[in-house]
């Protein structure tokens, strides 16, 4: 059974920093590309970050770009968020997903992150 288990989120200022986990289980985690997402209350879940197979593929939203770094470890199988410089509208739960192909195959139940000003 495949599982992604996200970790770190909690309460920051604003300006502050936190670092987010995701344990993933019951994958061949190396052959997946891993996303983070996150979702605010009566929106759309929103895009943050991506990397690929390769530790060198990256992509991520304009409004994070700069501030968030997805890393991720295959040893481990976890892939990270870390988060500086956050603002208030960081505010979300947070959700890792990891994709065989292009589209997200597995979700993880989130974490949240609060930031506070």
């Known amino acids: 059974q495949v599982q992604l288990v996200e970790s770190g989120g909690g309460l920051v200022q604003a300006g502050g920093s936190l670092r987010l986990s995701c344990a993933a289980s019951?994958?061949?985690?190396?052959?997946?590309?891993v996303g983070w997402f996150r979702q605010v209350p009566g929106k759309e879940r929103e895009f943050v970050a991506r990397m690929g197979r390769s530790e060198g593929s990256t992509t991520y939203a304009a409004s994070v770009k700069g501030r968030f770094t997805i890393s991720r470890d295959n040893a481990k199988k976890t892939v990270y968020l870390q988060m500086n410089s956050l603002k208030q509208e960081d505010t979300a739960v947070y959700y890792c997903?990891?994709?065989?192909?292009?589209?997200?195959?597995?979700w993880g139940r989130g974490t949240q992150v609060n930031v506070s000003s």
């Open positions: 019951g994958l061949p985690f190396s052959s997946y590309a």
């Open positions: 997903a990891a994709a065989s192909a292009w589209n997200y195959d597995y």
